[in-house]
């Protein structure tokens, strides 16, 4: 991986002056909270993160994780823990690896910000989407239960699970569009991004027929799952910060954009001999997903992966403005930020691909 090295977001670290916060506190929440909880607690900074600020809360009997919201003023809508907790409780037990959660704390006194606790998933998490560390035969297991993973997200009934009301239904694309053009316009500190511009005034031209609703991810990347120490199987998926109710097509775009994305600042294939690598090619990595959702094919794919691009690049953007702003959660969002004109640019040529004027 380029752009930054995996050393610095892997493992943990002292808690960093900005997001500390009173350890008493917290633990007698536990106390009071977390069934089976016994003190003492240590507590630890996770150094991965962009968003919300992860902690390894350490006692003598477990290990939990904290996830809170930043200190500071945030962008309205951004950094909602609830909703990461809410859907992670009511994936548990669906046939989504998902970590179980503990409890969910939305007063402020405790320890600034909201935050949620649950289990801490022992296992590998893969920084690079190549997975030099298992063996060449094996590869095409773990990308199997990627697919697997996210194919069977896409089967949970919204309704069923009790996230009928989990987000919008319907027009996916078009308000997804709207929203992170206006998150992107709005946030000055940032500035503007001639690539981005043009983006926002193609992707909503160009949104292709037909509208599923399902839950989505949102972020749905190797680096965001945990796997088993040492089988090709998904532990726990994390981060579910950006999950909503939505369209599936746009959910797996993203996460199979990683065949189109350089290893720049998140994992990516573009330019890895797959062949030699025996990683599945990425016609047939969307043919599998297609069997396992009982789909011919994908139309709109390649719109998908543009809209997707632009997501990503917003997203990005927004990290540029919290660096400017002092309150970006991980040592490494300089990085980030400084790699988005060479990531806008390749939003761009994606939206060519599927069809954008020169």
Known sequence: MSG???ETQTGTSEVREKHRFDVAKLEAWMAANVDGFAG?????????GQSNPTYKLVT??????MRR???GTLVAGAHAVDREARVLSALEGSGVPVAHIYGLCIDESVIGTWFFIMDMVEGR??????????????RPAYFDAMNAAIAALHKVDPVAVGLGDYGKPGNYFARQIARWSRTYLEDADAGRDPNLDRLIEWLPTAIPEGDETRIVHGDFRSDNMIFHSTEPRIAAVLDWELSTLGHPLADFAYHAMMYRMPPLIVPGLAGADLAALNIPSEQDYVAAYCARTDR?????YDFAVAFNFFRFAAIIHGIKGRVIRGTAANAEAQARADALPALTAIAWEQA???GAPA
């Not at 003492?40 to 991965?48: I, S």
């Open 4 to 6: 930054f090295e995996i």
């Open 40 to 48: 003492p607690l240590k507590v630890e900074q996770f150094k991965g």
């Open 60 to 65: 003598p009997a477990r290990h939990y994780v």
């Open 69 to 71: 919201k930043p200190p």
């Open 125 to 138: 998490i893969f920084w690079d989407a190549t997975f030099p560390q298992v063996s060449r035969d094996e």
């Open 296 to 300: 011919d094919a994908l139309p709109g």
């Open 352 to 354: 060519r691909r599927a």
